[in-house]
């Protein structure tokens, strides 16, 4: 069955820290790749996506992220993180084939001032 | 603006109701999708429809079924609530992908459901 995994759960920086966090996903074929964030109160929202092309993809508000389609991983990077990068961070896969969305079962952000 | 509105933000019912979570988006998508978001758990798709009247299990059908008549709105059917359907649900809607790109998907802003 198609799955994505996340493998931080919850991640705690000091500000102007370097983030990454880990997006592994299990499906034999093209996906399309994406990340979400949830900030607090809010509906979730997209950061970023993925089809083809250039693996490096940026996002929003100073995010990007990595396609490598050897380790199967969408790893999202930032370099200096902010107080109001706090939130929850979903990643989510859609096989080529289908609209069907699959998302991790996401990382919660603290970041500390 | 994109606009995906989940008729209720707080809910509680009583274990053996009928529930029904509705959804209704107004961006003319053909997809939309039922979660339930839990703690540590991420988000869990329910149901998925691709088009009115069509629709597609998700990972976790079991105790749940959906109801789209309309492209516009998307129904969620407790038919029997139980304690372990406390959660929150999202409802979410997309456009069409072609040539294998699929499109961002909008959520609304959830349902919190509390079974007693």
């Known amino acids: 069955a198609q799955s994505v995994s996340q493998h931080n759960h919850h991640v705690i920086l000091s500000e102007a820290a370097s983030l990454e966090l880990g997006c592994n996903y299990s499906?034999?074929?093209?996906?399309?790749l994406f990340w979400y964030v949830q900030y607090p109160g809010q509906h979730l929202q997209l950061l970023l996506k993925?089809?083809?092309?250039?693996?490096l993809v940026k996002g929003i508000k100073g995010f990007e992220a990595e396609f490598i389609k050897s380790k199967f991983s969408f790893n999202l990077r930032k370099p200096s993180v902010q107080w109001s990068d706090t939130a929850e961070y979903f990643c989510?896969?859609?096989?080529?084939?289908?609209?069907?969305?699959?998302f991790g079962t996401g990382t919660r952000l603290q970041v500390f001032p | 603006d994109v606009k995906v509105t989940q008729s209720s933000r707080y809910l509680v019912k009583r274990t053996g109701e009928k529930v029904f979570l509705e959804c209704v988006q107004d961006?003319?998508?053909?997809?939309m999708f039922w979660y339930r978001q839990d703690p540590g758990l991420g988000l869990r798709l329910i149901y998925f429809?691709?088009?009115?009247?069509?629709?597609e299990k998700g990972d976790i059908p079991e105790g749940y079924s959906v109801s789209r008549e309309k492209k516009e709105r998307f129904s969620l059917i407790l038919e029997s609530a139980s304690t372990n359907q406390t959660s929150m649900y999202l409802c979410?809607?997309?456009?069409?992908?072609?040539?294998?790109?699929?499109?961002?998907?909008?959520f609304g802003q959830g349902t919190r459901l509390t079974v007693v």
């Open positions: 979410a809607s997309s456009s069409a992908g072609s040539g294998g790109l699929n499109t961002e998907a909008f």
């Open positions: 499906y034999g074929g093209t996906v399309n």
């Open positions: 993925y089809f083809s092309g250039d693996p």
């Open positions: 989510a896969a859609s096989p080529h084939n289908t609209d069907k969305l699959i």
């Open positions: 961006m003319d998508h053909e997809n």
């Open positions: 429809s691709y088009d009115v009247k069509m629709k």
